[in-house]
């Protein structure tokens, strides 16, 4: 049977190359020696190592995670690119991505699958060093089952990805996706249905979870790598998104684990929201001092992306495109509707640059000047690019919580959840008065307008426009389809990528 063939074939050697012996062979012959036996032990924290290397490689412009999640907040329509002088997301700003042949379309299946194939290269391998004969001793034990973890949580991380994007709600026994593990990777699949999968990315999360709980241990500042809250937030997204977009068939005992999981995150107390006092200072721009944030990249000279970073492209204080004029902005009547969506007290207005909110940078209308910025606040000064990587962070538990609540029908939860999270955003008592008052689509609406304040240019925005199936009117400024009508039904299934089309000789073909 023909080998599997990945479109980025390279690319995935290059992303791995600063990791030494990541794809190294299996010893050969039926016995391995102590020498090749301790070589492949030393070798797994390389291995995982090059699973998080892959989130923040793999694109020209920036790294793969945070180009998905940027692109997707533009293909939502809350960020508008007044000028695409580069024309980097352009096609998101024209409503383009899912088709076959377009770009996004194609890095995603690729960026998913890269993970899929390295998650299952690592648990084969751990599978064969934790049946060694004669067994291992306990810190060799350990170490595998570690790395064991990390790759159950990232394959399912991956096919999560993958099922948001490619899944028509409409036809869930419809074959979308091939499906890789641990026993058949080596060969080319036939399409399997969401019906297939999910329970399949469900079980490897739920893996993941126990495991890291006893393997991984939690270290001070460092965020780069999957632990047990991570895991659950994940898990967590994948079945409220189960339960409202997909298939409700579940709906309550989805939702019901959501909570339990986002409940368990927050009762760790380890991440505390971001406070009132820090909202306009903190700048996103490191994990030192983001004790709310649950998963980051904490860069490095060696890991920084340099003018080809999220930092180029979100921040006009770092040299790069944004203060060269190919900015990110606030859809203009997202933020014309502020006060009434949230209230005219709620600090994190001031998160965008305009004249009539202190405005501190001409020619920047609506840039994310006091959310996103270098600390030194110096227009095109920063060259360094060292600003840290945000993927996940507290509130967004909060969120989670307050939206699980009330699909539940329990306001009263909904309401103690979203009021948490906007203390630290309001300090006026009116509003926590007129949040007691909400019931129904009002409150439904408050907690959707929470999301997309909240999260604006965080990759979370695409996927909670399609739960709560809001729709707006696009802003003036974007450079395509102004004043055009959007709603959550544009946010349709991908097509399978024309790629893989022309490589995947089953293509058409159902599994048996």
Same mark, same amino acid.
């Given at each position: 049977m023909k080998k599997i063939f990945f479109v980025l074939t390279i690319l995935t050697a290059i992303a791995f190359s600063s990791c030494a012996n990541l794809l190294?062979?299996?010893?050969?012959?039926?016995?391995?020696?102590?020498?090749?036996?301790?070589?492949?032990?030393?070798?797994?924290?390389?291995?995982?190592?090059?699973?998080?290397?892959?989130?923040?490689?793999?694109?020209?412009?920036?790294?793969?995670q945070k180009y998905i999640d940027v692109y997707t907040d533009v293909l939502a329509s809350d960020v508008a690119i007044p000028s695409p002088?580069?024309?980097?997301?352009?096609?998101?700003?024209?409503?383009?991505?899912?088709?076959?042949?377009?770009?996004?379309?194609?890095?995603?299946?690729?960026?998913?699958?890269?993970?899929?194939?390295?998650?299952?290269?690592?648990?084969?391998?751990?599978?064969t060093i934790l049946n060694t004969p004669g067994g291992l001793d306990e810190e060799d034990t350990n170490t595998a089952n570690r790395a064991l973890a990390h790759a159950y949580g990232m394959r399912g991380y991956a096919y999560y990805m993958l099922t948001n994007f490619y899944t028509d709600a409409a036809k869930l026994d419809a074959n979308i996706l091939p499906y890789y593990n641990e026993e058949n990777y080596k060969e080319v699949q036939r399409l399997?249905?969401?019906?297939?999968?999910?329970?399949?990315a469900i079980s490897d999360l739920e893996r993941a979870i126990d495991m890291l709980k006893e393997y991984q241990p939690k270290v001070a500042n460092q965020k780069s790598y999957m632990n047990a809250d991570i895991a659950k937030m994940i898990l967590a997204y994948l079945r409220m998104n189960k339960a409202i977009i997909f298939d409700p068939s579940d709906r309550t005992n989805d939702i019901g684990e959501a909570l339990r999981l986002v409940?368990?995150?927050?009762?760790?107390?380890?991440?505390?929201?971001?406070?009132?006092?820090?909202?306009?200072?903190?700048?996103?721009?490191?994990v030192v001092k983001s004790q709310n944030w649950i998963w980051a990249v904490d860069v490095a000279a060696e890991t920084s992306r340099q003018i080809n970073s999220f930092w180029?492209?979100?921040?006009?204080?770092?040299?790069?495109?944004?203060a060269a004029g190919e900015y990110l902005a606030i859809d203009v009547n997202l933020y014309n509707s502020f006060d009434t969506k949230l209230s005219a007290t709620d600090i994190r207005k001031k998160w965008w640059n305009h004249p009539a909110n202190n405005n501190v /940078?001409?020619?920047?209308?609506?840039?994310?000047?006091?959310?996103?910025?270098?600390?030194?606040?110096?227009?095109?000064?920063?060259?360094?690019?060292?600003?840290?990587?945000?993927?996940?962070?507290?509130? /967004?538990?909060?969120?989670?919580?307050?939206?699980?609540?009330?699909?539940?029908?329990?306001?009263?939860?909904?309401?103690?959840?979203?009021?948490?999270?906007?203390?630290?955003?309001?300090?006026?008592?009116?509003?926590?008065?007129?949040?007691?008052?909400?019931?129904?689509?009002?409150?439904?609406d408050y907690i959707a307008s929470n999301w997309r304040i909240e999260m604006w240019l965080e990759g979370k925005n695409y996927m909670a426009m399609r739960r709560?199936?809001?729709s707006h009117t696009r802003g003036k400024n974007h450079s395509a389809r102004k004043d055009r009508p959007i709603s959550a039904a544009d946010l349709g299934a991908f097509s399978t990528p024309y790629s893989e089309r022309q490589t995947n000789p089953y293509i058409d073909t159902p599994v048996e």
């Amino acid at each position: 049977m023909k080998k599997i063939f990945f479109v980025l074939t390279i690319l995935t050697a290059i992303a791995f190359s600063s990791c030494a012996n990541l794809l190294v062979s299996n010893p050969n012959g039926s016995t391995v020696s102590e020498e090749q036996l301790q070589k492949s032990i030393r070798e797994l924290d390389a291995r995982v190592n090059g699973l998080y290397y892959a989130m923040n490689a793999l694109t020209t412009y920036l790294g793969a995670q945070k180009y998905i999640d940027v692109y997707t907040d533009v293909l939502a329509s809350d960020v508008a690119i007044p000028s695409p002088n580069w024309g980097f997301f352009y096609a998101a700003e024209q409503g383009r991505g899912a088709d076959e042949t377009a770009g996004f379309n194609g890095l995603i299946w690729q960026y998913s699958y890269i993970l899929i194939r390295n998650a299952n290269l690592l648990i084969a391998r751990c599978d064969t060093i934790l049946n060694t004969p004669g067994g291992l001793d306990e810190e060799d034990t350990n170490t595998a089952n570690r790395a064991l973890a990390h790759a159950y949580g990232m394959r399912g991380y991956a096919y999560y990805m993958l099922t948001n994007f490619y899944t028509d709600a409409a036809k869930l026994d419809a074959n979308i996706l091939p499906y890789y593990n641990e026993e058949n990777y080596k060969e080319v699949q036939r399409l399997s249905s969401y019906k297939y999968i999910i329970p399949l990315a469900i079980s490897d999360l739920e893996r993941a979870i126990d495991m890291l709980k006893e393997y991984q241990p939690k270290v001070a500042n460092q965020k780069s790598y999957m632990n047990a809250d991570i895991a659950k937030m994940i898990l967590a997204y994948l079945r409220m998104n189960k339960a409202i977009i997909f298939d409700p068939s579940d709906r309550t005992n989805d939702i019901g684990e959501a909570l339990r999981l986002v409940k368990e995150v927050i009762g760790t107390g380890e991440y505390p929201i971001l406070p009132y006092k820090e909202v306009l200072t903190n700048g996103f721009n490191t994990v030192v001092k983001s004790q709310n944030w649950i998963w980051a990249v904490d860069v490095a000279a060696e890991t920084s992306r340099q003018i080809n970073s999220f930092w180029s492209l979100a921040d006009i204080y770092t040299y790069g495109y944004a203060a060269a004029g190919e900015y990110l902005a606030i859809d203009v009547n997202l933020y014309n509707s502020f006060d009434t969506k949230l209230s005219a007290t709620d600090i994190r207005k001031k998160w965008w640059n305009h004249p009539a909110n202190n405005n501190v /940078e001409a020619g920047f209308v609506l840039a994310p000047v006091n959310k996103f910025f270098d600390p030194n606040r110096k227009v095109s000064a920063d060259k360094a690019w060292l600003n840290d990587l945000v993927y996940m962070r507290i509130e /967004e538990a909060y969120l989670l919580a307050a939206e699980a609540s009330f699909a539940l029908g329990d306001e009263t939860n909904a309401k103690a959840y979203i009021k948490t999270l906007v203390a630290n955003r309001d300090t006026d008592p009116a509003t926590m008065t007129k949040i007691d008052g909400m019931s129904g689509t009002t409150l439904k609406d408050y907690i959707a307008s929470n999301w997309r304040i909240e999260m604006w240019l965080e990759g979370k925005n695409y996927m909670a426009m399609r739960r709560f199936g809001w729709s707006h009117t696009r802003g003036k400024n974007h450079s395509a389809r102004k004043d055009r009508p959007i709603s959550a039904a544009d946010l349709g299934a991908f097509s399978t990528p024309y790629s893989e089309r022309q490589t995947n000789p089953y293509i058409d073909t159902p599994v048996e």
